[in-house]
């Protein structure tokens, strides 16, 4: 009887110590399990704050860019108004000489108008590159986006 219990007992306890290691192996897994996840979750951080950086940097970046088409804009605003205005005083002073040719005029009042026309012209002219260049800048700024 008492080998019986003893036998019993031997059976019970080697159950226990086959549980006691399925709980251990269990519990080593869910442990490496656990490492994995917080090795994945760590890696995750990492990623989205360099995502978030390289966001920070195209919203700077973008903001940039929109300053300088504004200052473009601006510019080329500018520089259209100033060409108009030229266009203007060129038209202006074209009819006047055409009413003083009509007239007659001395050799020093005619050399004066056609002076001031070629300085007129020529102030345009620059008016006109300048614009131009401004034009490219903002068609090279738009390409680039």
Do not use: C, W, Y
Not at 11 to 21: A, R
Not at 62 to 77: F, V
Not at 118 to 138: F, T
Request: hydrophobic letters at 25%.
């Amino acid at each position: 009887m008492i080998s019986e219990k003893l036998d019993l007992s031997e059976k019970d306890l080697q159950k226990k110590k086959e549980e006691v290691d399925r709980i251990n192996q269990e519990l080593l897994n869910v442990r490496r399990e656990f490492s994995d996840l917080q090795s994945k979750f760590s890696n995750l951080q990492l990623e989205k704050e360099k995502s978030n950086e390289r966001v920070g940097l195209l919203e700077k970046e973008i903001q940039n860019k929109e300053q300088e088409i504004s200052r473009i804009s601006q510019n080329l605003r500018s520089s259209e108004e100033k060409t108009t205005q030229l266009q203007s005083q060129l038209n202006n002073l074209q009819a006047e000489k055409t009413k003083i040719e009509n007239e007659r005029i001395t050799p020093e009042r005619h050399q004066h108008f056609l002076q001031e026309e070629k300085r007129l012209k020529s102030e345009l002219e620059v008016e006109k590159n300048k614009k131009q260049d401004l034009i490219n800048q903002l068609e090279e700024i738009n390409s680039r986006e």
